[in-house]
């Protein structure tokens, strides 16, 4: 999944029409609804004592409280869940991505752990009371036994009752939708073409992005980057959700947020961990 270089730089300014603010306030909804995690403004004060200092339980809750942001980009979600008050990890396998976010972070004083890994192979330094994952960040994953081991991965670092949230879009987005289509927009100081390439027998979605970007006068740079997804049905995300030992809460469909159907594009799932003892 070597993607997102050149493009993180200007990645904001290209998709500033995603319903971030959305997404941030359903998120909030369900935790609040579903999970464990608390905001530490609901909570306990934001100056923590070291943590030797810390009671069990104190140490405990901080892990339930704490959201990771898996494929967090730029980092605009997960700043924004920190400004709600959560105490959040984000996670990205593009260090350019990252250097965006850090930038973003650092400029706005907020308190946000940044992580360079591949989800594949996520590994974190205590559980967690949940974690998310949108803008069909999930369908970079290729193969369905690599998915597997993502959902077992969140699972193994989920805190007892812990909540996943995420979002995916499906075969019949690609299939019907953008499979084979081209997108084209001209913006001030910097434009892109986005070709998209469906192979029905692979499965497998491949998007050449071609961006032109305004650096001095009348002058461009042009930079290519090539893309590649694969869309999962909801049942077959479903099944590989509870192979990996999670309790699925609910599904619906993303863009109208009502029942999933044959047409849904984008689809939005909350899972629950459920085999775990509560610590306290």
Request: glycine share 8%; charged share 30%; proline share 2%.
């Amino acid at each position: 999944m070597d993607v997102y270089g050149d493009f993180a730089y200007v990645y904001d300014e290209l998709m500033d029409e995603t319903p971030y603010g959305k997404w941030c306030s359903e998120i909030v909804d369900l935790i609040g609804r579903y999970g464990v995690s608390r905001p530490v403004s609901a909570g306990s004060s934001s100056q923590q004592p070291p943590e030797e200092a810390l009671s069990l339980e104190e140490r405990l809750r901080s892990e339930r409280d704490l959201v990771v942001d898996l494929g967090c980009g730029t980092g605009t979600l997960t700043q924004m869940l920190s400004e709600k008050g959560f105490d959040m990890i984000g996670v990205d396998s593009s260090e350019d991505m990252l250097d965006v976010a850090i930038s973003k972070r650092d400029r706005s004083g907020a308190k946000i752990l940044y992580l360079l890994q591949d989800m594949r192979d996520l590994e974190l330094y205590s559980t967690v009371g949940t974690v998310i994952s949108v803008c069909d960040s999930l369908n970079y994953i290729l193969e369905e036994e690599e998915l597997l081991e993502v959902f077992r991965l969140v699972e193994n670092y989920l805190y007892p009752g812990g909540l996943f949230l995420f979002d995916f879009n499906t075969v019949y987005k690609y299939e019907h939708v953008i499979g084979d289509a081209t997108i084209a927009e001209n913006r001030e100081d910097c434009s892109f073409i986005w070709e998209n390439y469906y192979d029905a027998e692979q499965g497998l979605n491949e998007y050449d992005l071609t961006v032109f970007v305004q650096e001095e006068g009348d002058r461009f740079r042009r930079f290519t980057e090539t893309h590649v997804q694969r869309g999962f049905t909801v049942d077959k995300v479903l099944s590989l959700l509870e192979r990996a030992g999670l309790e699925i809460v609910l599904v619906r469909d993303s863009d109208t947020d009502g029942d999933v159907t044959e047409v849904t594009q984008r689809a939005f799932v909350a899972a629950r961990e459920h085999r775990k003892e509560a610590y306290v």
